[in-house]
């Protein structure tokens, strides 16, 4: 998936947005986070007169208490799903305009008609507020009559708790301006006694375990906005090969149940449903959810796809479903694996998919690359040493620190066996096939030696503790001299396969490129790379940058009359090893560390 290191300009929006403000971008649930002091609150209208609440549960009691209407009672009689229940608000609606009676007694065959899918009323609360209501329990759960009590105790014991918290939040609100007065007046009274500070604080830490912050609060608030799904959506490599396998393999989602776990906007559903899925359960733990639901319904596919918000590993599918027949996901994060979504399809696969089901994607493999640009080099790192004539050399503290998300600048590859074309069953980016031998070496190639593939991930067999790993690599032989060495280039390619079964699976190996491997069976396969040689994609490429080598004496240097020769010549081997870790402090971070030259080693981290 989308990473929020780094975002492309927001696309224009329509004049009914505010791009200024993302509390609209982030659904329903936050509209409160309005600017200014003004708070936005909800007006829902009653079902059956003009009274005016705060929430549809409230406007539910109050038809039952007053006009002996009992909506909920009448969704579980009729076991009414999300259109249903639009249906019977639009229905009662249009009663209560015409003048006409509305009664308990009703049956399907009454508000089963198209026109009930139109709202009566413009803007109407109650639609949007059936997605908080209760969850509706199997037909014959209850014992016969029961429906009323049922329903009437349901309706007072939310309203009993929506109190009780009310009151909890009160007093939680009242004991932190408690708190942040105590704080304010200690901290006056000793203002600038750091010694004494530091000891206090010390000894209130001992023997008490500091609870470290979720790190997934701020990965969910990042996928709650728009601008990630549009570029997402907008990058064409990724979205064309979930639709182009989807589609061209309709008669593998025909009929089956599929789980479609970080759905976002739910376009994967959408696709799954279209090509003939009889059921989709779309997941995702971000605010996102809401605003899939709305699309999903806009589509007419509510019938097929069943929106749940929350972690897969805590939410439990509607309706007792214990098993898929497939998983789809778009989990992956720059150099694959940042985000760490992929052990939550793990989860998912170990949970949920049946013998013999579907996990697609259903292969990645990593590659590397050793690039020399000095071009780059001077443009981003010696840069801060002459700024209009000042020297910043303060702003390169760390710059070798960090991995760098970016698309290389490269041009035609040398190496034919290691291209990585994109290839779907619709689109083809094809590269030169000409050997580096009969190719001229004018010194241009960035890339100095073959992409070397090092990890290839099954998503059918590998296991989380799998994706921490240590690995081989070697780039031989090397399109041209390389010294210095400016670091290492990292990428992927992706793999739809559309069997599970061992001999389909094998031909995806460690060394199989995105392109040649698709070409070989166009009507089925579907495959993507992310490397610098195919169509660019909002994952880009990984750099690592190597910090600078010292300096090597020259021949006057060391009373040598030997000329200074390059370490790594062309036709020569950069080898070593390369590890992907989860930093300790960070889970959904990643750590590469690489060794080369036997001795040299550098760690990066992306976060």
Not at 229 to 249: C, Q, S
Not at 278 to 296: G, L, M, P, R
Not at 315 to 324: A, D, K, R, W, Y
Not at 373 to 395: K, L, S
Request: aromatic fraction near 8%.
């Amino acid at each position: 998936m989308a990473s929020r290191l780094r975002r492309a300009d927001r696309a224009p929006v329509s004049d009914s947005e505010d791009s200024n403000s993302r509390g609209e971008e982030e659904g329903w649930s936050d509209a409160g986070e309005d600017d200014g002091d003004e708070e936005e609150t909800t007006e829902v209208i009653s079902l059956l007169d003009d009274r005016v609440f705060p929430d549809v549960m409230s406007m539910l009691a109050h038809c039952r208490e007053k006009h002996s209407f009992d909506f909920l009672g009448i969704r579980q009689r009729l076991q009414l799903d999300f259109h249903g229940c639009v249906k019977l608000v639009n229905f009662i609606r249009q009663r209560v305009h015409e003048g006409l009676p509305v009664t308990e007694d009703l049956s399907w065959s009454d508000i089963d008609h198209e026109q009930y899918l139109r709202p009566v009323l413009d803007d109407d609360a109650v639609i949007l507020g059936l997605f908080d209501l209760p969850e509706l329990q199997p037909a014959g759960a209850s014992g016969s009559g029961g429906d009323d009590n049922n329903s009437a105790v349901l309706v007072d014991d939310l309203l009993k708790r929506n109190a009780e918290l009310q009151e909890e939040l009160a007093r939680t609100k009242a004991q932190f301006d408690s708190y942040r007065v105590a704080v304010q007046q200690t901290l006056d009274e000793r203002w600038g006694d750091v010694d004494q500070a530091e000891a206090e604080a010390a000894s209130s830490r001992k023997g008490k375990e500091v609870k470290k912050e979720d790190d997934s609060k701020y990965y969910w608030e990042s996928y709650a906005g728009n601008d990630i799904h549009e570029t997402m959506l907008k990058d064409t490599v990724r979205t064309d090969a979930y639709r182009d396998f989807i589609y061209n393999n309709k008669h593998l989602f025909a009929g089956k149940t599929v789980l479609d776990i970080g759905c976002g906007t739910g376009i994967l559903s959408m696709f799954c449903a279209r090509a003939g899925a009889a059921k989709v359960f779309a997941v995702d733990a971000s605010a996102i959810i809401t605003k899939a639901q709305e699309n999903i319904f806009h589509n007419g596919l509510s019938h097929i796809i069943t929106c749940v918000h929350g972690r897969i590993e805590e939410i439990t599918l509607p309706g007792g479903v214990e098993q898929v027949d497939i998983i789809v996901s778009e989990w992956m994060g720059y150099c694959l694996l940042f985000e760490a979504m992929l052990p939550s399809v793990l989860w998912a696969r170990d949970r949920y998919l049946r013998a013999g089901g579907l996990l697609e994607p259903s292969h990645a493999n990593l590659w590397l690359a050793p690039v020399a640009d000095p071009e780059y080099v001077a443009d981003n790192i010696h840069f801060w040493r002459d700024v209009y004539g000042f020297d910043m050399r303060a702003m390169q503290s760390g710059i070798y620190d960090d991995a760098r998300v970016l698309q290389w600048a490269s041009s035609l590859p040398p190496f034919p066996s290691s291209t990585s074309s994109t290839t779907t069953t619709t689109t083809t980016t094809t590269t030169s096939s000409t050997p580096p031998s009969s190719r001229p070496d004018d010194g241009s190639h960035t890339i100095v030696g073959p992409p070397c593939a090092f990890k290839l991930l099954d998503l059918y067999t590998v296991n989380t503790p799998d994706l921490s790993f240590t690995a081989p690599f070697a780039s031989a032989p090397l399109a041209r001299d390389a010294d210095p060495l400016d670091g290492f280039l990292v990428w992927f390619d992706i793999f739809f396969a559309p069997a599970r079964d061992a001999d389909t699976r094998r031909q995806v190996d460690l060394a199989a490129t995105a392109g040649a491997w698709a070409r070989a069976d166009p009507q089925n396969r579907v495959a993507f790379t992310t490397g610098p040689y195919g169509k660019e994609t909002h994952w880009k490429q990984g750099l690592l940058l190597c910090k600078p080598e010292k300096a090597r004496p020259s021949a006057e240097e060391d009373g040598s009359e030997e000329k200074k020769t390059a370490i790594r010549k062309k036709g020569g081997e950069i080898k070593g090893e390369i590890t992907f870790a989860v930093p300790e402090d960070h889970k959904r971070g990643l750590s590469l560390q690489v060794t080369w030259d036997g001795s040299k080693k550098q760690t990066w981290a992306l976060r």
